[in-house]
Structures are given as C-alpha cells and as structure tokens.
C-alpha cells in the first residue's frame, strides 16, 4: 500500500494528511481537525478533546469512530506515531460533532483538497 504523508495548510495551521494510492483517497489525522474547531494551540489538549468526544460518540453508538483507523504520521518530534485518521467522509461526520465557528470553513477546505487531487488525476 503506498502512502504519502503531505502537511496540508488550513489557515495558519498544519493538518496531516496520507493520500492512499491503493485506495485512492485521504485519510486527515483527526487530532489535527479537532485543534483547527477548538482553535488550541496545544496538541495535548486537542488530543484529550478527541479522546472525550470519542467516548462520548461511542457511548451514544455512532459508527463513525468504530470506522476510524490508525495510520503512523510524523509527530511533532520526527518520530512515525499511531495517529486516528478519517477519511472526508468520517471528517464530515465527526466536525458535525464539535461547536465550532471554524466547522463550515473547514468543511470548505476539506472539499477544496478532495477536489485538487482530482484535478491532478
């Protein structure tokens, strides 16, 4: 399976994202998205968001973080970590679930990627 890992720019924030040749699509770290919505500038405190809003979903039986995977992504140290990654689909659904003034741009945004790579196809 090739991947390659591209650190796409949302405003003035990096969000990692691995384009997945074999299956043709983009998997987005969620930890990166949740601390775009939250508007944190520290990563720790976007991860625990996620790890809240990921209980929280799981309990009320949404499938769409049962559907997420792990992929490794460079953290901010260099190092290749196991990072929760969705596809624009999973994206869509998990932003949906976080009140936030930057949900509607970065949807935009999400739409914006999707369809440059289609354009380079």
């Known amino acids: 399976m090739a ?26 770290s969620i930890v990166d998205v949740i601390r775009v919505l939250t508007e944190q500038d520290d990563h720790l405190i976007a991860r625990k968001y996620w790890n809240k809003l990921k209980q929280r979903l799981l309990a009320e039986g949404n499938e769409t973080v049962t559907n997420c995977h792990q992929l490794k992504m460079t953290a901010e140290d260099g190092k290749k970590r196991l990072t929760d990654v969705a596809d624009k689909e999973q994206l869509f659904r998990i932003i949906q ?7 509607e741009p970065i949807k935009l945004w999400l739409a914006h990627v999707a369809s440059e790579r289609i354009e380079q196809a």
């Open 3 to 28: 991947q390659e890992e591209i650190i796409k720019q949302f405003e003035a924030a990096s969000i990692r994202v691995l384009w997945d040749d074999e299956q043709e699509k983009y998997f987005f």
């Open 97 to 103: 679930s976080v009140p936030s003034k930057k949900a």
